[in-house]
T-cell receptor
């Protein structure tokens, strides 16, 4: 069964600090992995998308890594800001097209 | 502006009533999706459609119905058969190229509350 597990479930950090969110998956055959940011009460917005051949991708202060061998991905946020407070969702798609969503990590950035 | 719109943003319904949530996209995407999100949980797929006049059940289709009469529209009806309909509903769309579904773009969501 295809699964996506994210950790931690929630995280609190101080403004300006860095943090790393984890995503482990068992989706096969693998097509792509996406990280989304979802503000409270809003729809998710894409941060990065990586295919099998890509092992790192950046979007401003967000950097995603992918290890297709161990089936792990991480999202690193540098110099956090209050506006980074949100839920971060890892989504892994199989070659057949079906996407499996993780439950998300809720990040709170405090001043 | 290109994008996905959902309406209304907030919706209240009495028990036993059917209600229809609207989703429109002008991205010329082939595929459209409906998800349900409950507090602290991930998105769960209700229905999806790859082409006009065709749609497939997702993981939690019971109590829901959809139609795809136009490429840009994919309305979701929450019927009285849905036992616990209070949730946040998200619509998404994506292109399909070479048989592969591409990145999904999400609408702003509709929060449904059953009174």
């Amino acid at each position: 069964k295809n699964q996506v597990e994210q950790s931690p479930q929630s995280l609190i950090i101080l403004e300006g600090k860095n943090c790393t969110l984890q995503c482990n998956y068992t989706v096969s055959p693998f097509s792509n992995l996406r990280w989304y940011k979802q503000d409270t009460g809003r729809g998710p917005v894409s941060l990065t998308i990586m295919t099998f051949s890509e092992n790192t991708k950046s979007n401003g202060r967000y950097t995603a890594t992918l290890d297709a061998d161990t089936k792990q991905s991480s999202l690193h946020i540098t110099a956090s800001q209050l506006s980074d407070s949100a839920s971060y969702i890892c989504v892994v798609s199989a070659l057949a097209g079906k996407s499996t969503f993780g439950d998300g990590t809720t990040l709170t950035v405090k001043p | 502006d290109g994008g996905i719109t959902q309406s209304p943003k907030y919706l209240f319904r009495k028990e036993g009533q059917n209600v229809t949530l609207s989703c429109e996209q002008n991205l010329n995407h082939d595929a459209m999706y409906w998800y349900r999100q409950d507090p602290g949980q991930g998105l769960r797929l209700i229905y999806y459609s790859q082409i006009v006049n065709d749609f497939q059940k997702g993981d939690i289709a019971e109590g829901y119905s959809v139609s795809r009469e136009k490429k840009e529209s994919f309305p979701l009806t929450v019927t009285s058969a849905q036992k616990n309909p209070t949730a946040f509903y998200l619509c998404a769309s994506s292109m399909i190229s070479g048989g592969i579904y591409n990145e999904q773009f999400f609408g702003p969501g509709t929060r449904l509350t059953v009174l």
